[in-house]
RNA sequence: GCGGGUGUAGCUCAACGGUAGAGCAGUAGCCUUCCAAGCUACCUACGAGGGUUCGACUCCCUUCACCCGCUCCA
């Protein structure tokens, strides 16, 4: 399948339309039609059902060490500054970046090295992009052809000892840049925020500057003794929390798969570190499991362990789920959802503040007076045990959705071409959505045959019976099988047609979206029938 | 943000420095007894803003959006 005609499908039928189109569109932001705001509703609410509301927390799941409570949170998208200070944010999407005039790449500005050589009276900076001993030799070889020497000439080459990083040149005019083969060809640093900034109150100084979350963890993060306090939840047990989350990205891009504004799905499960292992295995698995469930098939699905090198500062373990989007190259797979084992990380920089690794384990950055480079609030956010009389800060595994990325998921897992034969016998293309049934926006069109005999009052009466159990929706407009058509690419997974049949013996038809197999049953007894088949 | 490409109706595609066309889709009606049928009518477009010109959809500039790279992630 083509991208294009999946965002074509979606425009035309209502599922996704860009953000303030009749302006020109905006870079990144997004919104659902009438039927993608069911749709994602249908996610989130599967999402919720199953994490959370349905969760019996008297017994241990399959996988689960033990059984565990499930509650929910709603935060706001505006915190307090020092959330984002405190847990990194602030630092690191702060980022500078430079760009080469001659290759045209962009290099984030601390990540460049480079050393000082001289030749023939000539002194420049060669950089590298690499990292550790693929450096060194990048930039001696850099610095060779540079010069124009051999190999066996390198001992002419005087080079300053020491490497140094980018941010430490204020003048360009002589760094070789990582890709290019002339000097100065780098631009001076510039900053790219990707934390969203507003003011709050009146004044808009330093001291109003506000952020737009950029993720929804944090939120549960600084409610943790709020929900300990108010619910009697013990641990093990986890908060969730569905929200929108605001991220100002570089580069927008495949359809709603990195949007600026996007909704999270995020758990945050507090547990005991000696189990911790074990529950991350446990969210991993289970995590995976839903989006099966839910349809998306087994090879363009995979639930992908991180390397260790690849882990962020705070993780000791992470997997990513992820598909194989059509927007990518074959073999390459986008993230879904990211299962991190986030260990005390989070807990503790709200009591201490801003942490930074050191050694195996972590402590409180300090700036240059020796104190701590950004305050945590000092609150006691360790939990105690009743029944071991044992006080520890609970570690943390994160199951971190994306709604609109699942959402796209399942769009790309459902959408079929096939070829169906018209009523001349001749085989006619068919745009099939095959969402699964509890994701589909309309789960069942009810038609008269033809509009007449009565047909439509009987079919208005089986709408009216249907539409407060579930979306239903009535169509009595030309050929019947151009009503079906209009369903299939709506990923209507159930047909309801009155007949001359109907007329006698009371009996409906109900035909099936992806098989196109068609059963009776009585009209009043669809409603059972299709209410049975959704579940 | 930088480089390359692309912007005409809901979709696919024409034409032209001088009145923007078609197919499909949509809407209304007629006709129709199960998979995009037929007939009739209707609706709908030059991404936006400047400039050159008697006149710009067409040429130039700017901008916005989309696609492909660099970068990043839910």
């Known amino acids: 399948m083509q991208m294009e005609q999946l965002v074509a499908l979606c425009k035309r039928r209502g599922f996704l339309f860009q953000s303030s189109e009749i302006y020109g569109g905006l870079n990144g932001f997004w919104d659902y039609g009438p039927l993608g705001v069911e749709l994602k509703r249908n996610v989130r609410e599967d999402w919720w059902h199953s994490m959370v509301t349905a969760h019996n927390e008297l017994v241990a799941p399959p996988g689960a060490p033990e ?109 070789l840049a990582p890709d290019a083969k002339s000097l100065g060809t780098l631009t001076a640093p510039r900053e790219f925020n990707l934390m969203f900034e507003t003011h709050t109150g009146a004044l808009r100084d330093d001291s109003s500057k506000t952020f737009l979350r950029p993720e929804t963890a944090q939120g549960i993060f600084v409610n943790f003794k709020n929900v300990l306090d108010s619910s009697r939840v013990k641990v093990p047990f986890g908060i969730a929390q569905i929200g929108k989350s605001f991220r100002n990205e570089i580069t927008p891009r495949n359809f709603t798969f990195r949007s600026r504004e996007f909704e999270q799905m995020e758990i945050e499960f507090f547990c005991r570190p000696e189990s911790s292992a074990e529950w991350y295995r446990y969210w991993r698995d289970r995590r995976y499991q839903w989006y099966l469930d839910l349809g998306l098939a087994g090879d363009r699905l995979r639930l992908r362990d991180h390397d260790p090198d690849e882990l962020s500062h705070y993780s000791c373990g992470t997997a990513d789920i992820e598909y194989a989007f059509p927007f990518l190259a074959p073999g390459e797979y986008g993230e879904l959802e990211g299962v991190a084992h986030r260990g005390e990380f989070d807990l503790r920089s709200h009591m201490e503040g801003k942490l930074v690794r050191e050694g195996d384990g972590f402590a409180v950055e300090k700036d240059e007076h020796g104190q701590p480079r950004y305050r945590g609030s000092g609150k006691d956010l360790s939990y105690f045990d009743d029944e071991t009389k044992e006080r520890f800060i609970p570690h943390v595994i994160e199951p971190s959705a994306g709604a609109d990325r699942a959402t796209l998921a399942f769009l790309c897992e459902a959408y079929c071409e096939d070829e169906q034969p018209d009523e001349k016998g001749k085989m006619q293309k068919r745009v099939v959505l095959k969402l699964h049934p509890r994701l589909a926006p309309i789960k069942a069109a009810v038609f008269p045959l033809v509009k007449k005999d009565g047909m439509p009052e009987i079919a208005k009466d089986i709408y009216a019976a249907l539409k407060p159990w579930f979306p239903v929706f009535y169509d009595e407009k030309g050929a019947v099988g151009r009503r079906y058509r209009r369903q299939d690419e709506a990923g209507t997974p159930f047909c309801i047609t009155v007949d001359s049949q109907t007329l006698t013996d009371g009996t409906v038809t109900v035909r099936d979206r992806d098989t196109l197999e068609q059963w009776r049953v009585h009209k009043d007894a669809c409603a059972e029938d299709i209410r049975a088949r959704l579940a």
């Not at 984030?108 to 050589?117: A, E, F, L, P, S």
């Not at 990048?138 to 005087?158: H, S, V």
């Open 67 to 175: 059984p565990y409570a499930m509650t929910g949170l709603d935060c706001t998208i505006i915190m307090h500054p020092q959330v984002w200070k405190c847990s990194g944010h602030y630092d690191l999407f702060h980022d500078y970046f430079v760009d080469c005039r001659e290759s045209n790449r962009r290099y984030r500005y601390d990540q460049i090295v480079g050393r000082w050589v001289e030749y023939d009276g000539q002194r420049i900076l060669v950089t590298s992009y690499q990292t550790g001993d693929d450096a060194a030799a990048d930039i001696e070889q850099k610095a060779l052809k540079f010069f124009k020497l051999r190999a066996k000439d390198k001992d002419r080459l005087q080079w300053t000892p020491g490497s140094i990083s980018l941010d430490k040149i204020s003048d360009m005019s002589d760094v």
